[in-house]
């Protein structure tokens, strides 16, 4: 924690015949923060945050949020402004390395991630080891996981160099892992990456080209894959790269920390929520069925939730799900599928919910994965690749994340308490006697 963050104001906590005065840290942007770590050497008690619905776990300069604005900033850039002006590989440079590069620097980047796209030849009979209708994101984490196993010279986290090497095998391997998961799904042979091609331009081609004709990329499709990447690249201490930051400060190599961050993703509550929510779109079907599920949304009895609405931190529009939409308007109109009934049935939902004292109430808005579920039918993606598409994005997040933890020479292993509810000592009972 740099002491500039460091303030003269002090937070006072009494509670039995102690006072504690805990220092408080002032942010860039976003909240004051009370400096916790001395309260249990010093008072002797937890605090308890199970969701940790209040509480900071590191100090970090990438991302930060404004749930009640429904702003996101990527080192200080808005994301609608990067959406509209910037593409993913210079996004990742921002996240990265803290500032936007210049003209050389971006191309000795996108570069080296150009040629870092293939995998190691023996990786292929990795993925013939999963059964053909096996969930991509299955296969993802086993792959990504595996990574550690092949690429031994980048998995010394104390080495400047071999993190530098990692952080671009993942984001350079992640199209080629997630094409693969794909074409091993459906039974069509891999598809090697072409450096010809632009990041984008390249996933497409390795899922939906064949080696029996030529598969040419429609750009403005490459755009909008483009802009999804960069509106899904990274979020904060969201779950999934919480979870890669737990994972790290043991000191697990990167690559077990990401195939933990694309498990977490997965969740149906976080990244799975995209296949989630259009699975309900169809499910719902047409408009004049979206009062039954609006009923059932807002039913304690019920555990179905309105799949792509809600978050932690927005309570607001989150300003991806803005940016989502206006690309959903354009892909399918470009396709000729603008009256998709699927986008319909999205759109008034929207309206519908918006308006529904419920929603407004709890502050519930369309987020991230509201919209993107339909661009991603639309281009011709099955439902179980689009979690697989937020992990490739979002391993940016993760590894940058990562980074600026494992750099930070304050680095303590996570290790949380408890507020332990169980049974107190008590003698063993031998099994005659129970
Ligand atoms: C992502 O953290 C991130 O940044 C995540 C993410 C990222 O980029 O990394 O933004 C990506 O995960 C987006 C969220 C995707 N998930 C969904 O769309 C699933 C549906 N949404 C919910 O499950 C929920 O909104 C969460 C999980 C997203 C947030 O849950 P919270 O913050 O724990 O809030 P909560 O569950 O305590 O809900 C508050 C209230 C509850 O009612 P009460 O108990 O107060 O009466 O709102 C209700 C909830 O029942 N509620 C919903 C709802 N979401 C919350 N009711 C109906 N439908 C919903 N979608």
Request: aromatic share 10%; hydrophobic share 40%; with cysteine.
């Amino acid at each position: 924690m740099p002491d500039t963050h460091r303030d003269a104001k002090t937070a006072t906590l009494s509670f039995g015949d102690k006072t504690l005065e805990l220092p408080m840290l002032t942010p860039t942007a976003g909240p004051d923060v009370i400096d916790i770590r001395k309260l249990y050497s010093q008072g002797g008690v937890f605090t308890y945050d199970p969701g940790f619905t209040s509480t900071a776990s590191c100090d970090s300069t990438i991302t930060y949020i404004d749930g009640d604005k429904g702003e996101l900033l990527h080192r200080g850039y808005p994301i609608d402004q990067l959406a509209e002006k910037s593409h993913f590989l210079e996004v990742c440079y921002l996240l990265l390395y803290g500032d936007l590069p210049t003209a050389d620097q971006l191309e000795d980047f996108e570069s080296r991630v150009t040629s870092h796209t293939m995998l190691h030849e023996q990786m292929q009979y990795f993925f013939r080891g999963f059964r053909r209708d096996a969930h991509p994101m299955a296969t993802m984490v086993g792959v990504v996981g595996a990574m550690s196993a092949f690429y031994h010279d980048s998995t010394d986290i104390h080495d400047p160099w071999q993190r530098e090497v990692a952080t671009i095998r993942l984001i350079a391997k992640m199209p080629t892992i997630a094409a693969w998961a794909y074409k091993y799904h459906i039974g069509q042979p891999f598809i090697y990456p072409r450096n010809d091609l632009d990041y984008a331009a390249n996933f497409l081609h390795m899922c939906f080209a064949v080696p029996a004709e030529t598969y040419n990329v429609n750009p403005i499709i490459a755009r909008a894959m483009d802009r999804i990447f960069t509106l899904h690249a990274d979020h904060e201490q969201n779950a999934s790269t919480s979870t890669v930051r737990l994972a790290s400060s043991s000191g697990a190599n990167p690559f077990a920390c990401i195939a933990a961050g694309i498990a977490c993703l997965w969740g149906p509550a976080h990244g799975g929520a995209n296949q989630a929510c259009l699975e309900m779109l169809r499910e719902i079907g047409s408009p004049n069925r979206i009062p039954e599920f609006i009923e059932r949304a807002k039913d304690k009895d019920d555990p179905f939730r309105l799949m792509g609405f809600g978050h932690r931190v927005y309570k607001n529009f989150d300003p991806r799900a803005r940016v989502m939409k206006q690309s959903a308007d354009e892909v399918l109109e470009l396709l000729g599928i603008e009256n998709n009934p699927t986008l319909q049935v999205a759109k008034e939902l929207e309206a519908i919910a918006l308006k529904d004292d419920y929603f407004v109430e709890k502050k519930l808005y369309p987020n991230v994965d509201f919209y993107s579920g339909i661009i991603l039918d639309a281009i011709g993606f099955p439902t179980s690749m689009f979690t697989p598409i937020f992990a490739l994005a979002r391993t940016v997040g993760w590894v940058s994340q990562w980074k600026e933890m494992i750099a930070d020479p304050q680095l303590k292993i996570g290790r949380p308490r408890q507020l332990y509810v169980g049974a107190t000592s008590r003698d063993y009972v031998d099994v005659e006697n129970r």
